[in-house]
């Protein structure tokens, strides 16, 4: 299972950013997808999930309102759309996909993404 994860940048604080995984190595809709988040200094942070069959979501208090999770089967993708984003928000974002998880914590995904860098300037 490879994830690749893209996207991340430097930003303006009120900006916004999408951050793409794509996936390849299994079969993409069978298993859930998250995102997390870490700050330097800090513990890695759940950030979103989306289940298999983009039948659900779940986001963390951290993502609730700003951003949006979503998924294209078909290019075998999760997005993270990520809007009104504050200094706070710098860290490096990374992708996981799990087969039992339903809520974005960390210890129940298997496999993860190299990180993709998000600074916020303010």
């Known amino acids: 299972v490879q994830l690749q994860a893209s996207g991340g940048g430097l930003v303006q604080a009120g900006g916004s950013l999408r951050l793409s995984c794509a996936a390849s190595?299994?079969?993409?809709?069978?298993?859930?997808m998250g995102w997390f988040r870490q700050a330097p200094r800090k513990e890695r942070e759940g950030l979103s999930l989306i289940t298999k069959n983009s039948g659900g979501t779940y986001y963390t208090e951290s993502a609730k309102g700003r951003f949006t999770i979503s998924r294209d089967a078909a290019k075998n993708t999760v997005f993270l759309q990520m809007r009104n984003l504050k200094p706070e928000d710098t860290a490096i974002y990374y992708c996981a996909t799990s087969n039992r998880a339903l809520i974005p914590i960390a210890d129940e995904f298997d496999y993860w993404g190299q990180g993709t860098q998000v600074t916020v300037s303010s």
């Open positions: 190595g299994r079969t993409f809709s069978s298993y859930a």
